[in-house]
């Protein structure tokens, strides 16, 4: 089957840099895990922003510079970064129009089987993301493992896996 694995942003500025949190810390290990063992394609994104983020709509509504392109905190973490073996997709915003067309243009020439997100932020990029797919594939399955996810609440985090469900994508715990 032609399953997909999303690792989104898993990146240095989300786990302990400008906006980490313990639960991003503490999802390293089972994202690790998770990629290892996935059978299929793994794809990563990454947050991009430019020397002008202040500037932008996100940088004045969240007014703390972070994964400004080529530096430290814009880095996918190390351990997980050893693991990918195909370019990162660097998106500019919350959800990846990228990505989702990407992903639909392949499954029109050869059907996905599923697609699993994981990884950060759960309230923010993740939900984005795992939204923009439903939309452009309303059939392929869509399931986010939450084991292997973190918000930037633990509230907002469990708000987002609800919203996910009443959307008719499949939320796990593995």
Same mark, same amino acid.
């Given at each position: 089957?032609?399953? +997909? ?5 898993? %990146? ?5 840099g400008? #906006?980490? =949190?313990e639960e $991003?810390?503490?999802i ?6 998770k ?5 299929g394609?793994v ?12 500037d932008?709509?996100e940088g ?7 994964? +400004? ?5 814009w %880095? ?6 050893? #693991?990918? =073996?195909?370019? $990162? ?6 959800g990846?129009?990228?990505l ?5 243009r ?11 997100f994981i990884?950060?932020?759960?309230d923010?990029?993740?939900i ?5 797919i439903?939309?452009a594939?309303?059939?392929?399955p869509?399931i986010?493992?939450?084991a292997?996810?973190?918000g ?11 919203a996910m469900?009443?959307c008719?994508?499949?939320v796990?715990?593995?």
């Amino acid at each position: 089957m032609n399953d +997909i694995l999303i690792v989104v942003d898993m %990146q240095n500025d989300f786990i302990d840099g400008a #906006l980490g =949190t313990e639960e $991003a810390e503490a999802i390293v290990p089972r994202v690790l895990e998770k990629i290892r063992g996935f059978e299929g394609r793994v794809i990563f994104t990454r947050d991009t922003h430019f020397d002008n983020y202040m500037d932008t709509q996100e940088g004045k509504n969240l007014p703390v510079p972070h994964c +400004i392109k080529d530096s430290e905190g814009w %880095q996918i973490r190390a351990e997980l970064d050893e #693991l990918r =073996t195909e370019p $990162a997709i660097d998106k500019p915003s919350f959800g990846s129009v990228e990505l989702s067309t990407m992903l639909a243009r392949e499954n029109a020439e050869k059907p996905i089987g599923s697609v699993t997100f994981i990884g950060l932020c759960t309230d923010i990029c993740v939900i984005s993301n795992a939204m923009l797919i439903k939309a452009a594939m309303p059939e392929v399955p869509v399931i986010v493992d939450a084991a292997c996810c973190a918000g930037v609440t633990p509230e907002s985090h469990n708000n987002a896996l609800e919203a996910m469900k009443m959307c008719q994508i499949k939320v796990i715990n593995q």
